[in-house]
């Protein structure tokens, strides 16, 4: 009987990747499965951690594998584009990726933290065309092992990963990729500012650990971190047309309000160095600050003159506007009245009971409506 391997000094943030595994393994049991994954669960079966003591919950578990189908569809065009092409899986887990999308003839590696590799290793075998590399991405040092492939193209691959770094690391990371790899192909999640708050409020509330650091406000801005690197394509939650029961409200959610549906995003760059230098290409994104500086100059001139003609220019206008109409009012009235063949003096009774009544002094209303022409005077 073989013995169950157990893992050992996992982080907090490479231990969920065990949770990623058991979300693939019970996919693959359903017979409506988004991916058939026979690997990943041989591998739940031989490591020794107890996965049924985390309580998987569906729509969860469902949309980690919508979000994995995707990454394996960029990964299959990347292979069908480039059949010997290199693909490096950078925070790989446990995930079996190379055994889902192999198609013979590529060369593969799958880069973690040294704990994860470790038991990697236990579990997997290497191949010529399949390597593992015990590092952290970023310590740039990996980058020479993947580096001897002359001629071939390269897709860095990384599911679950990117946003537990540091901005800073990620520009150095994408940078050096860049100027290392021209012309590779870089696919990644990431998510919105709004919903790594909300996941780092849910991670407070479940006492990990570890938080998520990295989010983009804009998702085409590594563009604007040097020229030659473009943005090709963006997967939303919502690009997924079928339907998906399991999914149930979230899918709708996801159509219902962008800000969740497009909270979470698949990004599919290529870094080519060999486009103009930055000062000769025009940059998208140098363009949008510029457009956001004027649209901001403007918000302010706009908004200073509301707020001076709502506090200066308006009850100005308005004041001059209502003494106009106060001063006109007898006359026009008197006027209205003779033509109606009424007596004004009658009219003027009304008013002073009124007046009188509500506690105000009909004597100045009378004395403004004789200086306007009102020659009776009011019957006592
Ligand atoms: C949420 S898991 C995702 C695992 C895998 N990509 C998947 O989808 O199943 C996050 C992974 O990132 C790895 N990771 C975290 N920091 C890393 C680093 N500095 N370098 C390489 N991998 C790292 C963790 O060890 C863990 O395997």
Redesign the pocket.
């Known amino acids: 009987m073989s013995t169950k391997i157990p893992p050992e000094a ?2 907090a ?5 065990l ?3 058991y979300s ?1 393994a019970v996919e693959s049991r359903y017979p409506d499965a988004l991916i058939r994954d026979p690997r990943a669960e041989e591998l739940v079966a031989r490591i020794d951690y107890d996965f049924a003591t985390h309580q998987l919950n569906p729509t969860n578990q469902a949309a ?1 594998c919508v ?2 189908r995707q ?1 394996d569809r960029f990964a299959q065009a990347f292979l069908a584009a480039h059949p010997d092409g290199v693909v490096v ?7 079996t990726r190379f055994d889902r999308v192999d198609n013979g003839q590529a060369t593969w590696y799958d ?3 040294p ?2 590799i470790e038991l990697r290793r236990k579990l997997l075998d290497e191949t010529p065309r399949y390597k593992m590399i015990a ?5 740039l040092a990996w980058l020479d092992v993947v580096d001897g492939h002359p001629g071939k193209a390269f897709l860095f691959i ?4 990117f946003m ?2 540091p901005d800073a690391e990620m520009r150095r990371l994408v940078l050096a990729l860049r100027a290392r790899f021209p012309g590779a192909e870089l696919v990644f999640d990431v998510a919105s500012p709004l919903i790594v708050r909300l996941q780092n409020l849910n991670l407070a509330r479940l006492k990990a650990d570890f938080r998520m650091r990295w989010s983009l406000r804009s998702y085409d801005a590594l563009e604007g971190w040097a020229p030659g690197i473009q943005c090709l394509e963006m997967w939303y939650y919502t690009s997924v047309k079928e339907s998906i029961p399991r999914l149930g409200k979230l899918q709708r959610l996801f159509h219902l309000v962008p800000l969740f549906g497009k909270g979470m995003v698949i990004l599919h760059y290529r870094m080519d160095r060999s486009l103009a230098p930055m000062e000769e290409q025009p940059m998208k994104n140098k363009s949008t600050a510029w457009g956001y500086a004027i649209a901001a100059l403007a918000g302010a001139v706009v908004g200073g003159l509301a707020v001076a003609l709502a506090t200066r220019l308006i009850p100005k206008v308005m004041g001059q506007m209502m003494d106009k109409m106060m001063a006109d009012f007898p006359r026009r009235m008197m006027t209205r009245m003779q033509a109606e063949g009424r007596d004004p003096a009658e009219m003027c009774q009304q008013m002073m009971a009124r007046m009188q009544a509500e506690g105000r002094d009909p004597a100045e209303m009378c004395r403004q409506m004789m200086a306007k022409g009102c020659t009776q005077k009011p019957k006592e």
């Open positions: 996992l982080s943030v490479s231990e969920t990747m949770m990623t595994l693939h980690t979000r994995l990454f899986h950078i925070g790989c887990g446990l995930d880069l973690d933290l704990p994860v590092a952290s991405a970023l310590d990384a599911e679950g990963v537990y770094f």
